[in-house]
């Protein structure tokens, strides 16, 4: 179980991003984040992974307690925790099977990192790229890929670490619609496979209809509306896509 306390953060230059919220994620939901850009969901899912320490409340992780209580349990949060971007960040000039290694660092120290990985942990990455269909593509340079075959090596690089909680800040938004389909397929059916905990921001309302357990509006930093896909209503879809003030931060 994933919980945000009261969670808010605002930034330096004083721009709101998130006002106190509070959350609570059981294991294995497929939670989709929705709203429109400078909602927040991109601060929300940084403050879940610890890349931002919010201005107030906390963020608790089942059998870990709060992730902010040191640097060890920030750490060992981190390692739990696999990380979907919306623009890849892999190594072009890599292969597909050493991009996805990078997954694995985490589970060794850094002297032994500095080294060839042991088999076992091939073996891991491969399997990744075999659940995401692109096993044949192991050999080949990641700039030599589509964005969604792209994608879905990232996917791949988180699923290779065993996480135990998968966040996804827009992984589908630079995608056209079949590939993003397909892209959200595969993080699905391996959370479902794994019992992994995942928190998606989208932007496309049909794929939240098709994939989420439960879905969260945002608006301004606030939430607009949380429940089943089913209480998902037009009416509530006016009121997460309003235009947004412009001291909103960018989502």
Not at 50 to 57: A, H
Not at 71 to 95: D, N, P, V, Y
Request: aromatic share 4%; hydrophobic share 45%; glycine share 10%.
């Amino acid at each position: 179980m994933l919980q945000l306390q009261n969670v808010a953060m605002t930034y330096p230059n004083g721009v709101a991003a998130v006002m106190s919220t509070s959350i609570t994620v059981p294991r294995g939901q497929f939670l989709v984040l929705l709203g429109p850009s400078g909602a927040g969901k991109s601060t929300l899912l940084r403050c879940l992974n610890g890349l931002v320490k919010p201005t107030q409340g906390d963020v608790v992780v089942e059998g870990l307690g709060s992730i902010f209580q040191s640097g060890r349990a920030l750490r060992e949060h981190r390692r739990r925790t696999g990380m979907i971007f919306q623009q890849h960040h892999l190594i072009g000039r890599l292969s597909a099977l050493q991009n996805v290694l990078l997954g694995r660092i985490a589970a060794h120290g850094t002297l032994r990192s500095m080294f060839p990985l042991p088999r076992a942990d091939r073996l891991i990455a491969l399997r990744s790229l075999e659940r995401v269909g692109l096993l044949d593509r192991a050999l080949d340079r990641a700039d030599e890929l589509s964005g969604g075959q792209q994608q879905r090596i990232g996917i791949a690089r988180a699923m290779a670490q065993r996480p135990q909680i998968v966040l996804a800040d827009e992984p589908v938004a630079s995608l056209d619609p079949a590939a993003g389909e397909k892209v959200l397929a595969d993080l699905h059916r391996i959370c479902r496979e794994d019992g992994i905990t995942a928190i998606v921001s989208l932007h496309q309302v049909d794929l939240a209809r098709r994939f989420a357990d439960r879905v969260i509006g945002l608006v301004q930093g606030r939430i607009a509306f949380e429940g089943a896909v089913s209480q998902l209503g037009q009416t509530t879809l006016d009121q997460i896509y309003t235009p947004n003030p412009p001291h909103m931060a960018a989502a």
